[in-house]
């Protein structure tokens, strides 16, 4: 199967004549889909918390050249054929395959199996971990397959549906049986791919060549985590994302056969590629326009309400078949990613499988953990979730251990979660999430203006201690805000500051990045009310999940509150730090699987989020809103302020439908404060050295730049 390697000076000779041909190509696809690896601006202080993370794992030499087999073909259950990718090593300097055995690694795409991850030699280290080279060179095979319905494959692309898992186990079956194999299979890779080894290990068993996966910035349940997160749509994100993938589905037909050509010199089968643009094109058709309908009205159906439909992309429901079938699992995540709160939940739903315990629990600080099942919690954006770690060498190691037997250490460790702290150079190890040690706080709104000059109308106080004085602030709704902060970077992946400084110039980039680091920007305004408390007196960090719990009366039979948690510097910058959203007629919570701490504080609640518990407003009636404010591990140094930005807007990334705007119109809200009737937030605020000591082995650093100073020069200047 791997006699006829491309010679490499005829490979360079092709690929230097078509470069100019596929840069605008790569950049647009890279950007559009991946994009999102910007620096996080650091805070204008940092707490103590010990020095960054050591090396803890070898940096294994490369060993071996890279040979490749493009577009093999392979039969799944059903008769549909898929076509994938074979990278596999050489002996160095020759085109002879290595004799090896090797294990096989496995990506499932959706983007595109041409996407040059191997030819990209200038591309940042961490950008999703996709570098073919790397792994190869260090004794591995690499697959990399198109899902059905996208680039060479046959059938049709819907989003995760239960064939996409019976079609994993049958390519890590295949995989398995390579020449050249050992029989051992891992899987790893981002975002969709992420999503796709969860369903693939869950369906696989316990016998399957598949022995560990590494899921990268994965969610737990698409509708919670995004689309429909408190109820408030993410219109731009679901509408982008219903555009962006089967739209690479029906264009990558002629990406792959064009790179294929750059690659082997073979003219392209055009009757082929016209054949599989034209399927692709009719499917995505036939999918997508009555879902585009549905959400964007707000209609009664699959998509607006909990049920069939959102069940297939909800792969944290699936942890316990992971645990019987004895696969490890490396989860990747970050603060800033669009996944922030579904990742974190994986690791959590893991351990409480292996533990015995429900998965959809929350961990308790003295359950036992096991190495077999960890999270790296960065601070990046989507694409690049833990920028500042050589993520390949911490996979490496964790694909030697499980598919080589190597015992490294990877998994010798009583704190499997190792967690940047927001904004700085600093991690943590912890064992449970939420985080051991950091139980929350309740801090009361109140009318006492704040010391910290807040430009909203109300500048009102945060107080642990609850207030005399009873009252209320008011908010008009109004969906627009000036959204170019944390959010919008964050639901956009990250890709504003590059297409800023290719379209706006360095003047636009520097806008973009004060708006980043700086929400004073969206606290004016009849829209939104602030409360802030006094300086801390020493360093603190926020550490996991958080509720908003805002009692108001409404004049409208639906609401939107949308809560942004911010760092106040004494310069009285506000640092954005999280955020969370609720949609009035979506407020009833089911007790039996939200999250409680041990102090009784609702820390996670959780929404059915169908037809069902959809309940009126009731006009002018005191109503109870408890918000899911999403995780963060962020720093508060002493002297810093923490502040609850209250209002009705994150425009541009939060959207209403149709049917919700009509009914929130004009809505006029009145949140209280103090007495039995007063709003608060249960924040987990503690002090900086109270969740455990810095992360060392499993978090070394990388010298590698930017992949953003990598895509800027990549695009035409």
């Known amino acids: 199967m791997f006699s006829r390697v491309l010679g490499r000076s005829e490979a360079a000779r092709l690929r230097r004549r078509g470069l100019r041909r596929v840069r605008w190509a790569a950049a647009l696809v890279i950007v559009t889909l991946f994009a999102g690896c910007v620096t996080v601006s650091g805070v204008s202080a940092q707490p103590d918390l010990g020095q960054p993370a050591e090396a803890g794992f070898p940096d294994k030499p490369a060993v071996f050249g890279v040979g490749q087999q493009l577009d093999v073909a392979v039969t799944m259950r059903d008769g549909t054929v898929l076509k994938a990718n074979i990278y596999y090593p050489t002996l160095p300097g020759t085109n002879i395959a290595a004799p090896g055995p090797f294990p096989v690694l496995l990506n499932q795409s959706p983007y595109g199996k041409w996407i040059p991850t191997h030819w990209l030699d200038g591309l940042a280290t961490n950008v999703f971990g996709l570098r073919q080279d790397y792994f190869v060179q260090r004794g591995y095979i690499e697959v990399v397959a198109d899902v059905r319905g996208t680039g060479g494959s046959e059938g049709a692309l819907k989003f995760w549906e239960p064939v996409q898992a019976l079609d994993g186990v049958d390519l890590v079956n295949w995989a398995a049986r390579l020449p050249n194999s050992t029989g051992v299979v891992g899987t790893y890779g981002p975002s969709y791919l992420g999503i796709n080894q969860i369903f693939t290990a869950a369906e696989a068993g316990r016998d399957s060549p598949l022995k560990a996966i590494a899921p990268m910035v994965p969610s737990s349940d698409m509708m919670r985590d995004v689309a429909l997160s408190g109820g408030v749509p993410r219109m731009l994100d679901v509408l982008g994302f219903f555009i962006a993938v089967p739209g690479m589905a029906v264009v990558n037909p002629i990406l792959d056969a064009a790179w294929n050509q750059l690659n082997t010199g073979h003219s392209v089968d055009v009757p082929t590629v016209i054949r599989q643009v034209r399927e692709h094109l009719q499917q995505a058709l036939g999918y997508i326009p009555d879902k585009f309908e549905q959400f964007i009205n707000g209609e009664a159906g699959p998509l607006n309400y909990d049920g069939d439909w959102w069940d297939t992309m909800k792969p944290g429901e699936h942890l316990g078949q992971i645990v019987d079938n004895e696969i490890p699992a490396l989860l990747i995540g970050g603060w800033n990613d669009p996944f922030q709160r579904g990742t974190p939940r994986l690791y959590s739903g893991l351990q409480n499988a292996w533990?015995?315990?429900?998965?959809?629990?929350?961990?308790?600080?003295?359950?036992?953990?096991?190495?077999?099942?960890?999270?790296?919690?960065?601070?990046?954006?989507?694409?690049?979730?833990?920028?500042?770690?050589?993520?390949?060498?911490?996979?490496?190691?964790?694909?030697?251990?499980?598919?080589?037997?190597?015992?490294?250490?990877?998994?010798?460790?009583?704190?499997?979660?190792?967690?940047?702290?927001?904004?700085?150079?600093?991690?943590?190890?912890?064992?449970?999430?939420?985080?051991?040690?950091?139980?929350?706080?309740?801090?009361?709104?109140?009318?006492?203006?704040?010391?910290?000059?807040?430009?909203?109308?109300?500048?009102?106080?945060?107080?642990?201690?609850?207030?005399?004085?009873?009252?209320?602030?008011?908010?008009?709704?109004?969906?627009?805000?000036?959204?170019?902060?944390?959010?919008?970077?964050?639901?956009?992946?990250?890709?504003?500051?590059?297409?800023?400084?290719?379209?706006?110039?360095?003047?636009?980039?520097?806008?973009?990045?004060?708006?980043?680091?700086?929400?004073?920007?969206?606290?004016?305004?009849?829209?939104?009310?602030?409360?802030?408390?006094?300086?801390?007196?020493?360093?603190?960090?926020?550490?996991?999940?958080?509720?908003?719990?805002?009692?108001?009366?409404?004049?409208?039979?639906?609401?939107?509150?949308?809560?942004?948690?911010?760092?106040?510097?004494?310069?009285?910058?506000?640092?954005?730090?999280?955020?969370?959203?609720?949609?009035?007629?979506?407020?009833?919570?089911?007790?039996?699987?939200?999250?409680?701490?041990?102090?009784?504080?609702?820390?996670?609640?959780?929404?059915?989020?169908?037809?069902?518990?959809?309940?009126?407003?009731?006009?002018?009636?005191l109503t109870e809103y408890v918000i899911e404010v999403f995780p963060t591990l962020a720093p508060i140094p002493a002297g810093h302020r923490v502040r609850l930005t209250v209002g009705t807007a994150d425009f541009p990334s939060r959207v209403p439908n149709l049917k919700q705007y009509n009914e929130l119109q004009g809505g006029i809200y009145d949140i209280q404060y103090g007495g039995p009737d007063g709003s608060y937030a249960d924040l987990p605020l503690v002090p900086a050295n109270s969740l455990g000591g810095p992360c060392r082995q499993h978090c070394q650093q990388t010298p590698e730049s930017t992949v953003w100073s990598w895509l800027r020069g990549l695009l035409p200047h």
């Open 355 to 621: 533990a015995g315990k429900p998965i959809d629990a929350p961990m308790s600080a003295d359950q036992p953990v096991t190495g077999r099942y960890q999270l790296i919690e960065g601070s990046g954006y989507h694409a690049n979730s833990v920028e500042s770690l050589d993520i390949r060498r911490i996979t490496l190691a964790w694909f030697d251990r499980w598919l080589k037997d190597e015992h490294n250490g990877i998994d010798d460790t009583s704190t499997p979660v190792h967690a940047n702290i927001y904004g700085t150079d600093q991690w943590i190890e912890n064992s449970s999430y939420p985080f051991a040690g950091a139980e929350p706080t309740r801090y009361y709104l109140t009318g006492d203006h704040s010391s910290s000059q807040a430009p909203s109308t109300n500048n009102g106080s945060l107080s642990t201690t609850a207030p005399d004085k009873v009252g209320s602030d008011r908010i008009r709704y109004n969906p627009l805000n000036f959204g170019c902060g944390r959010n919008f970077h964050q639901w956009t992946l990250g890709a504003l500051p590059i297409l800023g400084d290719k379209l706006g110039g360095a003047g636009f980039t520097e806008a973009m990045d004060r708006c980043l680091s700086d929400d004073r920007v969206i606290q004016s305004g009849d829209n939104v009310v602030t409360y802030t408390t006094d300086p801390m007196s020493e360093d603190h960090l926020l550490a996991g999940p958080m509720t908003a719990t805002i009692k108001a009366r409404a004049t409208t039979i639906d609401t939107t509150f949308i809560v942004n948690v911010e760092d106040v510097a004494p310069d009285g910058a506000s640092k954005p730090l999280t955020q969370g959203a609720l949609a009035g007629r979506q407020r009833a919570m089911n007790p039996e699987r939200t999250w409680k701490a041990p102090n009784g504080a609702v820390v996670l609640p959780y929404r059915d989020m169908t037809a069902a518990s959809d309940t009126p407003v009731t006009p002018r009636e």
